[in-house]
């Protein structure tokens, strides 16, 4: 959710914005902050999706831990990387807590806090790189 809330203050912003007489969404630059922004959102929304179907179709919950790990590592750098591109449009407006970037400001500086209770990305990604190594050698015994 911080990730989307993110795109819409920054959009929000940029069509509101004037800078060099024209709205900031006027300025390539911005849009590709934007479009990427977008882009690692609803692929992250996507996968949450797969999964909640998945698990309402019955799929046993010990099939899902390395795809959860991954999830929550994609979903914490998302908002990571959205927090950070917004505070980039925001500009100075991004660092005082209060104003047009507050909730900016607050989003980026929540953004750590968020990652690590659901435990440390790297220990997530090896978990998730193990169990597709042991996958793969359980696939290539049977062979």
Known sequence: RGSRNCYEES??????RKTF?????????????LAEMLRQIEALHDSCERVAYAMSQGV???????T??????NGSKCFEFCAREASQIFGG???VREGQGKLVERMYRDVRASAI?????????DFSIRN???????????Q
């Open 11 to 16: 959009i929000k912003y940029a069509m509101k």
């Open 21 to 33: 007489g024209k709205p900031m969404i006027e300025h390539q630059a911005i849009r590709m902050k």
């Open 60 to 66: 046993p919950d010990y099939e899902f831990g390395a």
């Open 68 to 73: 959860c790990a991954l999830l929550k590592v």
């Open 93 to 95: 407006s991004s660092i």
């Open 117 to 125: 209770p659901g435990g440390s990305e790297e220990i997530l990604l």
């Open 132 to 142: 597709s190594v042991a996958k793969y050698a359980k696939l290539q015994s049977k």
